[in-house]
Structures are given as structure tokens and as C-alpha cells.
């Protein structure tokens, strides 16, 4: 099946740093990815959607240049949370999607946990 | 906004009992998912279910679907300790560009 990696699993940085979180897809080609947002007990909250070569589509209220979305190759997206604060501590989820083969599933990568001191 | 609204919010069943969770859902939609995820880490997905579809099957689970109610059930059987989990249902809408949009989810705790 499709695999999809995140890296690092968990990241501890002090406030006002700057933090980058890899995506891959591991054995397919991602024509789209997805970041989503998720605080203790509640829900994904879509971020951004990203396709390979093009600028994200950030959803509303996702700060565009706090968040910011690479997705360079076909299987890798990055996710650079700047001048991180207390607030922005959260798990942070990726999918990748290809519609190459004709499939529109999304596979989910295993988180991200961010703490913000 | 979410789209999916599940119900209930938190399942507490003893192991061997069956365990259905229900999610409703606005506007129509090209399929839906169900996920799981055990704490603190990703997502697994369960089932997809198109709108073209009443019943799936995949093991211990089964989904239904139906369009008219805009709802959707998963009935796990049989349940175990180890599906202890939260379970959130996604609703897919659109085309090509089309993105998930989960449900708040369910806290099912399964009791040995």
C-alpha cells in the first residue's frame, strides 16, 4: 500500500523559532498534498492544499506567511512554521493524493507533534 | 466549517458487544470515509463508500450509507480492547480538486 512519512515524528522549540516538517510519499508520486491541524480531542482542520510545482491554497483563517507550504517534487511537501508560539503547539498531519493512477484516496502520514515553549 | 457530524460523541462498550457510530453530514458528497486513530498518532483508514452505494463490507466492519438522510453508520462486531480509538468520519465533495472534510469524531473505548 501507499506510504507516506513525516519527519520528525515530535519537535520541542523554543518561541519565536522556526520549524520544518517533511512530507513524503514513500512509494507513489503525490500530485497533491494536504496539511491538517489538530488539537487535543478535537478534529483535522485543513490547512493548505498543495500541488506539486504550484503555490498552496491555504484555507480561511491559515496565515499564508506563518505557514509556510513547499511542495517541490512529486514526493516531498514541507511545512515551516515561523516565528512559532505557544499557540501554534498542535499535531500537524500530512496526505498525499495521486491521481496519476486514477485514484483519488488520500493516504495519511503519522504526525507530527509540535510544542512550542 | 466541518461537514461531518458524528454521534455519538463518546462510545464506552464492553469487548465482544457491538459498536455503531453514526455521522450525518450537509451537502452532498462524492464518498465517504471512515478512519481511525489510536491516541496521539495518524490516521487509518477504514472503509470509503460511494455515494453510488448503499452497504460495504471489510471484516468486523460495516458501513452503510444513505444519501436521502445524508447519514452514514459503521458498525464494528465483536469489538476488542484493541479498537479502543477515536473514529471520524470524512466527507469528499468535488472533482479533481476535491479535499476531505472531517466529523469531530468519536471516542469509542472498548472495555476488556
New interface residues.
Given amino acids: 500500500g501507499a506510504v507516506v512519512s513525516q519527519h520528525p515524528s515530535w519537535v520541542i522549540c523554543k518561541s519565536g523559532t522556526s520549524v520544518k516538517i517533511e512530507c513524503r510519499s514513500l512509494d507513489f508520486q503525490a500530485t497533491t498534498m494536504f496539511w491538517y491541524r489538530q488539537f487535543p480531542k478535537q478534529s483535522l482542520m485543513l490547512m493548505a492544499t498543495s500541488n506539486e510545482g504550484s503555490k498552496a491554497t491555504y484555507e480561511q483563517g491559515v496565515e499564508k506567511d506563518k505557514f509556510l507550504i513547499n511542495h517541490a517534487s512529486l514526493t516531498l511537501s514541507t511545512l515551516t512554521v515561523t516565528s512559532a508560539h505557544p499557540e501554534d503547539s498542535s499535531f500537524y498531519i500530512c496526505s498525499a493524493r495521486s491521481v496519476i493512477a486514477g485514484g483519488h484516496e488520500q493516504f495519511f502520514g503519522p504526525g507530527t507533534r509540535l510544542t512550542v515553549l | 466549517s ?1 461537514q461531518g457530524e458524528e454521534d455519538p460523541q463518546a462510545l464506552s462498550i464492553q469487548e465482544g458487544e457491538n459498536a455503531t457510530m453514526n455521522c450525518s453530514y450537509k451537502t452532498s458528497i ?1 464518498n465517504l470515509q471512515w ?1 481511525r486513530q489510536n491516541s ?6 477504514l472503509i ?1 463508500i460511494r455515494s453510488n452505494e448503499r452497504e460495504k463490507h471489510s471484516g468486523r466492519l460495516r458501513v452503510t450509507l444513505d444519501t436521502s438522510k445524508k447519514s452514514s453508520s459503521l458498525l464494528i462486531t465483536a469489538s476488542r480492547a484493541a479498537d479502543t480509538a477515536s473514529y ?1 468520519c470524512a466527507t ?1 465533495i468535488g472533482g ?10 468519536i471516542t469509542l473505548s472498548v472495555r476488556p
Fill in positions: 466541518q462524492n478512519y496521539g498518532r495518524g490516521l487509518v483508514h470509503l471520524f469528499t479533481a480538486n476535491s479535499k476531505l472534510t472531517f466529523g469531530k469524531g
